[in-house]
């Protein structure tokens, strides 16, 4: 059985995982690409951060794609 920190500290590296690849693609101008359809733009990422910054809600296309990406929205940042 895992124990609730463990499970917070799994949350905690999937969190920092997602923000390095939002880093990464505004950085690199690159497009989040999944099955090989582009899901995200380096734009969309950059909106992405800024919103976790302040604290708002992803949009449907985001929540979407960040899912379909493998990430636990509703668990990583819940609340948004």
Do not use: C
């Not at 969190?15 to 880093?23: K, S, W």
């Not at 690199?28 to 919103?51: F, M, N, Y």
């Amino acid at each position: 059985m895992v124990d609730e920190e463990t499970i917070e500290d799994i949350y905690a590296a999937q969190r920092e995982e997602l923000m390095e690849l939002l880093r990464r693609l505004k950085a690199s101008g690159d497009s989040l690409v999944i099955h090989g359809q582009p899901r995200l733009t380096w734009e969309d990422a950059a909106s992405v951060l800024k919103k976790l910054k302040r604290g708002s809600g992803f949009s449907r296309r985001e929540h979407s794609a960040l899912t379909e990406a493998g990430f636990d929205l509703t668990n990583l940042f819940p609340g948004l």
